[in-house]
């Protein structure tokens, strides 16, 4: 925990007091806890917190429960300490509320009202979220084919957009750090970032990719509409399907849905959900269900512990 005291100290300006805790007391917890974490005392500001050191690896659902165990046997509040981490993990941790240190890259202590990041980020002139054809060519190039030395015109091609859009969107990933735009006549995209990295930077730029909702009582045979929803994460994981089908669908197809065999009606007496999308999802998947990427980016904002864990592990099962 050296290093920890050494962060303090450069970042806030404290000598922190940390100390051991004794057998006797470490006996409290059970022997699956302290065989994965290093606990120790800490005093910050004249009040008592627990750091928890983090061995391996984990999902933030499994830490939250772990720390909670900890401060109940001890009626001490928690701080996690990783050593590293990646930023989707980052932001989940944040959004639960778990207080954390990474040394020398960020401390998030909300009973300390402290949020500090130590490394300097770029000022960039964004939109507030990516367009629609900007997510759709970032996903492409993560799970169809890369789109790398590919020049603008063969992108919006491939994607059926228009080269003007398609142009657009790359500047756009340019600015966010993304990509590099080489080329005078003709403009390629040079990606110089791994694609889990690529990955980590552009999905809280990201929207959910579904634009409305419609639900039907009936049923459908069009191999046009992709499995979506709860249906598409019982298949990517172990989480139990549901008896109401989901179907995503390109923009404006909904001219076609209108068949003999469905009948538009209100949610609660629906079999059918049919998704209208904001860009295609069939140019994203081979198989009849929606892509990884895009379902993760539909149950983001979802607070079902059940969920959140079958979110983690399809990132972390994804193939970079």
């Known amino acids: 925990m050296n290093e920890v005291k050494k962060y303090l100290k450069e970042a806030l300006g404290i000598d922190?007091?940390?100390t051991l805790l004794t057998t006797d007391k470490l006996r409290k917890l059970p022997v699956y806890i302290t065989s994965e974490y290093n606990i120790q005392l800490i005093k910050l500001f004249n009040q008592k917190f627990l750091l928890v050191l983090v061995r391996?690896?984990?999902t933030t659902e499994r830490l939250r429960k772990h720390l909670d165990t900890i401060k109940v046997a001890f009626n001490t509040n928690t701080?996690?300490?990783?050593?590293q981490v990646e930023a989707y993990k980052r932001l989940r941790l944040i959004e639960k509320k778990i207080p954390f240190i990474i040394p020398y890259k960020q401390m998030y202590l909300p009973d300390l009202l402290i949020d500090l990041k130590e490394y300097v980020s770029i000022p960039?002139?964004?939109p507030l979220a990516m367009r629609p054809a900007t997510q759709l060519l970032i996903l492409y190039h993560l799970q169809v084919e890369t789109l790398e030395g590919i020049n603008l015109k063969g992108i919006a091609e491939k994607l059926f957009y228009d080269a003007a859009t398609i142009t657009r969107s790359a500047f756009y990933l340019q600015n966010a750090g993304l990509c590099r735009i080489e080329g005078t006549k003709e403009k390629c995209l040079k990606f110089e970032k791994a694609k889990r990295e690529l990955w980590d930077i552009a999905e809280p730029e990201m929207t959910t990719?579904?634009?409305k909702t419609q639900f039907y009582a009936g049923y459908t045979l069009d191999?046009?509409?992709k499995k979506s929803n709860i249906n598409a994460l019982a298949n990517y994981s172990d989480l139990n399907d549901e008896q109401?089908?989901?179907y995503a669908m390109r923009p404006g197809y909904g001219r076609f849905i209108g068949e003999v065999n469905l009948k538009p009606v209100d949610q609660m007496e629906g079999n059918v959900c049919i998704e209208e999308w904001k860009y295609d999802p069939a140019l994203l998947t081979k198989t009849e269900y929606i892509d990884p990427l895009s379902l993760y980016l539909c149950f983001r904002e979802n607070k079902n512990e059940r969920i959140e864990m079958a979110l983690?592990?399809?990132i972390e099962k994804f193939p970079w």
């Open 16 to 18: 922190a007091e940390i």
């Open 56 to 58: 391996n690896d984990f």
């Open 79 to 83: 701080i996690a300490v990783i050593r």
């Open 124 to 126: 960039r002139e964004l």
């Open 209 to 211: 990719p579904v634009n």
């Open 223 to 225: 191999q046009n509409l």
């Open 244 to 246: 109401v089908e989901f």
């Open 312 to 314: 983690e592990k399809l």
